[in-house]
């Protein structure tokens, strides 16, 4: 059984909450306690395997809260970056996280800034209030080699269905490369000192 752990993150009232119950549910449910981190749980079957998934909703996060970022950071193995696309200061937040993302990355975690990522711009049903282009949402997306969509949480269950999907796919390929390259390096390790031990001997004789 493999262990998948997502954090969502973004602004508040972004729909973080309303993105992962609509995913885990089905359902839309208009309001939310936000003023506690949560953390769900459920059981999955995705290409034929079983996966627990443990998703992270902290209560959200300012631009500069990065305390609050840092947690998730080193926690999770992917990343829901939620803003409204009817909210500007909520994309320009959705910017600021992706960069502390790659940074926390950085520093943390050897360089290992490759972690799957999406980008999620939600609240596609009130497009007449828009103040951010899809084109912008996409082209950030770019800049971060993330994925991106539009979703409407409170209207549509299947495009956010196929995002976790995707995601947890990445993720599950992620671990799986981080697990090898582990791996590789520990028989290389061990090869060197096999060699050490055995090869200089062989030299000597
Ligand atoms: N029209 C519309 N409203 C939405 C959508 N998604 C969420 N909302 C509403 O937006 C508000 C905030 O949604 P939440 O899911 O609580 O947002 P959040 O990002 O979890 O907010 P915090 O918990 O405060 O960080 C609620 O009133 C939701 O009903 C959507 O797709 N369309």
Redesign the pocket.
């Known amino acids: 059984m493999n262990d998948i752990k997502l954090a969502?993150l973004?602004?508040?009232?972004?729909?973080?909450?309303?993105?992962l119950?609509r995913f885990l549910t089905r359902r839309?449910?208009?309001?939310?306690?936000?003023n506690a981190n949560s953390l769900y749980h459920k059981r999955l079957s995705i290409d034929g395997r079983q996966l627990n998934l443990e998703v992270f909703?902290p209560?959200?996060?300012g631009s500069e809260a990065r305390c609050i970022l840092e947690e998730p950071v080193d926690w999770a193995d992917g990343f829901v970056v939620?803003y409204?696309i009817s909210d500007r200061t909520s994309f320009i937040n959705a910017k600021n996280i992706l960069r502390q993302i790659r940074e926390a990355r950085m520093d943390n975690c050897k360089g290992d800034t490759e972690v799957p990522v999406c980008l999620v711009g939600?609240?596609?049903?009130?497009c007449h209030a828009r103040q951010v282009r899809e084109d912008e949402g996409r082209c950030l997306a770019q800049e971060n080699r993330c994925h991106f969509q539009e979703?409407?949480?409170?209207?549509s269950y299947q495009d956010i269905a196929n995002l976790f999907t995707q995601l947890i796919r990445q993720v599950m390929e992620h671990l799986k490369y981080r697990a090898d390259r582990r791996r590789y390096s520990g028989s290389k390790s061990m090869a060197k000192l096999i060699n050490n031990v055995f090869g200089k001997r062989r030299k000597s004789v």
């Open positions: 969502l973004g602004s508040q009232g972004a729909g973080k909450s309303a993105v119950v839309f449910i208009g309001e939310y306690a936000s909703d209560c959200s996060q939620v409204n939600n609240k596609q049903d009130l979703v409407s949480a409170a209207e």
